[in-house]
């Protein structure tokens, strides 16, 4: 209680009402598997590898790479995690977690490049492995006009020359014509800016002696360019920078190893200052000629070893080690906001790797709780094959789609005359997408089937009735072609055999209900266990539970009907009341999808009467 201890009046803050629960979201999706770039863990690394959230393929592509294929050990192979990123997103998706996984094959796989000159040596260095950090980079100088003024006390001064930049001098008989632009530089006319005890501007020359600029010298400030050329469609460009670390936009800084200007940068500048003379003033111009003088592509970048379901699983931050980050589905659990997960290079592994990775993928989502996991079939399974590898599990919190999806090369132009090139992608990408779509324009309560799937020529095999007849009983989803109804997915299972979680739209339904009220009654711990608590949160699930059956995510013509919230002596004894244990009982009846529209049709005559 407030105290009162003068004297007064006092105005207090109060609240009258049930605390609000919020719903969660339900579309954000996290993708698991191998990319041609973008943040991974490993060992002496960026600091920041942790998975990234992508809004669009455009910003997938930036971060993670384009669709070009994989090398592995010399064999190619598509990157199907760019491709049912694509797919995700082509559908309908909105945002997408990814979680990238790479295994070294022997070196570390990251590109570089040295930079050697004017005796410094540095060392271009992708920021990630993967063969697509084979870049070109080359360095441009830029050169301004004339900066020099006559200071009265302190001679001959500069403008905008900070500490630690470098400028060059041009003596007045060469004014007439000046080095311009990307001219070559000479070290014998450049100056690094040094202050002195005085706070004049000092300009040091290569000897280390500080030499005075004579009057009618004009000085122009030298500032270095970096371009990066990643592909055909990607030039990344840094100007005006330096190259001291006194100075803000210093070279080292802006394309800094953990903390880049540009987080999505493809290179770093590694180059020891420490292993330079000591108190060397001129190491500025001696880096910004090895840079200029030393262009080229970086090298030994590439794609690692094909990934194993371990891998895809990954390995959990280690506790002890705050450098040691989590990898694989393990990065995703850190990620609360997930709802959706898959593994897009399950599939691909054969039959035995990807009923392991199925199974990894599965247990993770089980651990946590608040996710359904979106399982692929082998690649080219017959009828029999995905009646075999659906056998393997039975979980609430998987769907397995069946066929896998073909569609046009996107990375190839049509040519008249030349039939365009196909690939054949696994399922969950697309599904995935019409998940997320079907949240946000029905609700999670709306099963994600009847839902038409886009980008694509054909399904892989055709699923007829008959052939579905043995497969939805089984909780394999079909995808199916309807004549004049398009692509579609034909299924809402989930991969379990107990009938009350049969449905995929239930389990994401209680999923969604359980961790909307999970995040929003934190508020309720170490509150005082009494009915005051206990009304407190009854009317807050009975808010929420409200809004739900007026959206159609319950059962019944009434609220008593859809739901019952219990939170009372009823529910808890004196012991648990004594051990800390408020028990709140909610009980709920979801609709469930009419997955057998029945319309029975039958005779009468003219003059039957009806009842």
Not at 103 to 108: E, F, H, Q, Y
Not at 180 to 190: F, K
Not at 198 to 226: C, K, M, T, W, Y
Not at 304 to 319: I, N, Q, T, W, Y
Request: proline share 6%; hydrophobic share 40%.
């Amino acid at each position: 209680m407030p105290e009162y201890l003068a004297p007064g009046v006092f105005v207090e803050e109060v609240s009258f009402r049930a605390k609000s629960i919020e719903g969660v979201p339900t579309s954000t999706t996290g993708f698991a598997g191998m990319a041609r770039f973008g943040p991974v863990y490993r060992s002496g690394g960026p600091a920041n590898c942790e998975p990234r959230l992508v809004t669009s393929f455009t910003e997938y592509e930036r971060i993670y790479g384009r669709l070009d294929k994989l090398t592995h050990s010399g064999d190619e192979r598509l990157c199907y995690l760019a491709l049912a990123s694509k797919a995700f997103f082509d559908n309908g998706g909105k945002r997408l977690y990814i979680s990238r996984v790479f295994v070294p094959d022997g070196a570390d796989g990251v590109a570089f490049a040295p930079a050697a000159g004017a005796g410094i040596t540095a060392t271009w260095r992708a920021r990630w492995p993967g063969e697509a950090g084979n870049v070109a980079v080359s360095c441009h100088v830029t050169r301004s006009r004339n900066i020099a003024y006559d200071d009265p006390s302190f001679g001959v001064q500069v403008r905008r020359a900070k500490v630690g930049a470098v400028v060059e001098i041009v003596p007045a008989a060469s004014i007439a014509n000046p080095p311009v632009g990307d001219a070559t530089l000479v070290q014998a006319n450049l100056r690094v800016i040094r202050r002195g005890s005085d706070g004049r501007q000092e300009f040091v020359d290569q000897s280390g002696s500080a030499v005075a600029p004579a009057p009618g010298d004009h000085i122009q400030l030298v500032e270095l360019n970096v371009r990066v050329d990643v592909d055909d469609e990607r030039v990344d460009e840094y100007t005006q920078l330096g190259t001291s670390p006194q100075q803000k936009r210093d070279v080292c800084r802006i394309l800094d190893k953990h903390d880049p200007e540009d987080e999505n940068a493809f290179v770093w500048l590694d180059f020891d200052r420490s292993s330079v003379v000591p108190n060397d003033d001129f190491v500025p111009v001696r880096l910004m000629i090895a840079l200029k003088t030393s262009p080229g592509t970086l090298t030994n970048g590439n794609d690692g070893v094909l990934v194993s379901a371990d891998d895809l699983a990954g390995e959990a931050a280690d506790p002890d080690d705050a450098t040691k980050k989590a990898t694989g589905l393990e990065a995703l659990a850190e990620i609360e906001d997930i709802a959706i997960v898959a593994l897009p290079d399950a599939g691909t592994m054969g039959a035995f790797l990807a009923q392991q990775s199925a199974d990894r993928l599965i247990a993770h989502a089980e651990r946590e709780r608040y996710r359904i996991a979106i399982v692929d079939a082998p690649k080219g399974s017959s009828i029999n094959e995905v009646r075999a590898f659906r056998s393997q599990f039975d979980s609430t919190y998987g769907a397995l789609y069946h066929p896998w999806i073909e569609i046009l090369d996107p990375l190839e132009r049509a040519a008249q005359g030349t039939p365009p090139r196909r690939l054949m992608v696994p399922p969950s990408g697309f599904v995935a997408g019409i998940y997320a779509r079907t949240d946000v324009s029905r609700g999670v309560h709306k099963a994600p089937a009847n839902e038409t799937v886009r980008g694509l020529t054909r399904f892989e095999a055709n699923i007829n009735r008959p052939r579905q007849e043995v497969l939805n009983p089984e909780g394999i989803n079909a995808l199916r072609f309807f004549e004049g109804r398009g692509h579609r997915v034909w299924g809402a299972r989930t991969m379990s055999s107990d009938p009350e979680w049969k449905y995929v739209n239930v389990r994401r339904l209680f999923v969604y209900i359980e961790h909307s009220i999970d995040k929003s009654t934190q508020w309720a711990v170490f509150e005082p266990n009494n009915r005051r608590l206990w009304d407190n949160i009854r009317r807050a699930v009975e808010d929420f539970l409200l809004v739900l059956w007026r959206d159609g995510a319950l059962m019944g013509d009434k609220p008593e009907k859809a739901f019952f919230v219990r939170c009372d002596r009823s529910t808890m004894t004196q012991n648990d009341i004594d051990n800390g244990r408020m028990i709140c009982l909610v009980g709920m009846a979801p609709v469930k999808p009419a997955e057998f529209v029945i319309f029975r049709i039958g005779q009468w005559t003219a003059d039957a009467q009806s009842n």
